[in-house]
């Protein structure tokens, strides 16, 4: 059970993409977290890795994965799990120059058990698209 929670919050942190100041930007963030979640919910593994750019870094209670390939394995992981009612409140959203840093909670049930952690992420322009660059996910403790 404790490795299907571990495997779970590794996928929970991606709805985190978020705003800043300018719409044109906005809109890009929110681009990202929609078109994550949507191909989250069709199980689609590889448009869900194509939100991380490709030298990207995602640190979860499962482990450390490093670049594209790896966080796809990983995402894998995660679908196979078959969480599903999954969301994201961004509770922080900063920019700073071409960086965007987001944090924030994720919610899911595994079966009729809720599950919920803790994100933060960096999403950076790769070309003109916003990827995630680095996210770290938790889950949270019991009673928490």
């Not at 495997?7 to 929970?12: G, K, R, T």
């Not at 999954?86 to 920019?95: A, C, G, L």
């Amino acid at each position: 059970m404790v490795l299907t929670i571990v495997l779970a919050a590794s996928l929970m942190m991606v709805g985190c993409v978020g705003a800043v100041a300018q719409q044109s930007t906005n809109d890009q963030y929110a681009d990202l977290q929609k078109n994550f979640a949507e191909a989250y919910n069709r199980k689609d593994v590889d448009a869900m890795a194509a939100a991380f750019t490709e030298e990207a870094i995602r640190v979860t209670p499962s482990g450390m994965f490093v670049g594209r390939e790896a966080i796809s394995r990983n995402l894998q992981d995660v679908v196979n799990l078959d969480l599903h009612d999954y969301s994201v409140e961004r509770n922080v959203s900063r920019s700073f120059g071409n960086f965007v840093f987001n944090a924030g909670e994720w919610q899911a049930k595994l079966g009729d058990q809720p599950l919920h952690g803790y994100y933060t992420a960096i999403v950076v322009r790769d070309g003109s698209v916003a990827k995630i660059m680095e996210e770290t996910v938790t889950v949270a403790a019991p009673g928490h």
